[in-house]
């Protein structure tokens, strides 16, 4: 998977928005804006960095993405609270309602509780890449096929292969 950045948000529900914008800007040029998996993943980053921010401990919360050409993958990170995700059964409670939007939208998700004592939810949205509506050019067409002499061209795997982006927002 791609890793599209991670943002650090200050643990503030009026920051949420901050987290929505920063990863809506991450998913559009690559899908579209109109692209419903983009709409999805914003809702879900929404719900869960809600419950980090409401939950969980400490000052800032981590989101993380990623991407490959099935899935986009979103983590967010906080400093771990008194308890673990879990669903709250009161349809007529003011909350509670984020676990089951998350399990009808996410293709997964799950959670982890790493060993610095932190908590990790994530979850993933299935895409398609929309259609290239490029018109081919000559310019644009593959050479044509070298015979066979052995050698291996492992430029586009290493291209995929990039793990991280570099970039942080605060």
Not at 45 to 65: C, K, M, R, Y
Not at 92 to 108: F, N, T, V
Request: hydrophobic share 35%; net charge negative.
């Amino acid at each position: 998977m791609k890793h599209l950045g991670t943002c650090v948000i200050p643990s503030s529900p009026r920051n949420v928005v901050n987290g929505r914008r920063w990863l809506l800007g991450r998913l559009e040029p690559l899908l579209g804006a109109e692209h419903s998996a983009c709409d999805d993943s914003v809702l879900l980053l929404s719900e869960t960095l809600t419950n980090a921010i409401v939950h969980g401990g400490g000052d800032l919360v981590e989101v993380d993405a990623y991407v490959d050409t099935a899935n986009i993958r979103i983590e967010v990170t906080d400093e771990g609270g008194a308890s673990v995700p879990h669903h709250v059964d009161d349809p007529q409670g003011e909350h509670g309602r984020g676990l089951p939007i998350l399990s009808m939208l996410a293709k997964s998700w799950g959670f982890e509780q790493l060993d610095d004592g932190r908590l990790r939810v994530w979850f993933e949205v299935p895409h398609t890449a929309p259609p290239d509506t490029r018109t081919t050019r000559p310019e644009d067409a593959p050479p044509p096929p070298r015979p066979h002499d052995g050698a291996r061209d492992e430029s586009a795997f290493a291209a995929n292969s990039s793990v991280h982006s570099g970039d942080r927002d605060h």
